[in-house]
């Protein structure tokens, strides 16, 4: 979508620090961390939120996960452990409408969130 802020990032057309990449999934560090590590990861193909879900599109879910998994061995925080947070719609404080799940990793993370 041309005026999404993370097709932009996906693209390149906004610079990112890329932290992994496959053919359907782009990671990156977010601008304003909460965590020592704070990855945002986006499916390539535009999905509004989790809205948006389908039984057609939703593999990809799945694939974000195994991202996650994958970049928590290469990061070094698998064993201590790590956090996804997806935030859909305006109550659940989604703020960019591009589907994306925070990889939150590095310090010992409250519950409940705010
Ligand atoms: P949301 O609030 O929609 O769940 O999360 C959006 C996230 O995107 C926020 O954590 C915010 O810091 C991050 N973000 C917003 N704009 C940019 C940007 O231009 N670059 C990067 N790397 N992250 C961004
Ligand atoms: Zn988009």
Redesign the pocket.
């Known amino acids: 979508m041309s005026d999404c802020?993370f097709c932009k990032?996906i693209n390149g057309e906004?610079p990112?620090?890329k932290v992994y990449e496959d053919d359907n999934v782009y990671a990156?560090?977010?601008?304003?961390p909460?965590a020592p590590f704070?990855i945002?990861i986006v499916p390539k193909d535009h999905i509004a939120s989790g809205n948006d879900l389908t039984d057609e599109n939703s593999a990809i879910v799945g694939h974000i996960f195994s991202a996650a998994a994958k970049i928590a061995k290469e990061k070094g925080f698998a064993e201590n452990g790590w956090r996804i947070?997806?935030?859909c719609g305006k109550d659940?404080?989604?703020?960019?409408g591009h589907l994306?799940f925070?990889l939150l990793a590095g310090r010992n993370l409250q519950w409940p969130p705010g």
């Open positions: 802020l990032i906004i990112s620090t990156f560090n977010d601008i304003d909460q704070h945002i947070v997806n935030n659940g404080g989604q703020t960019v994306h925070h």
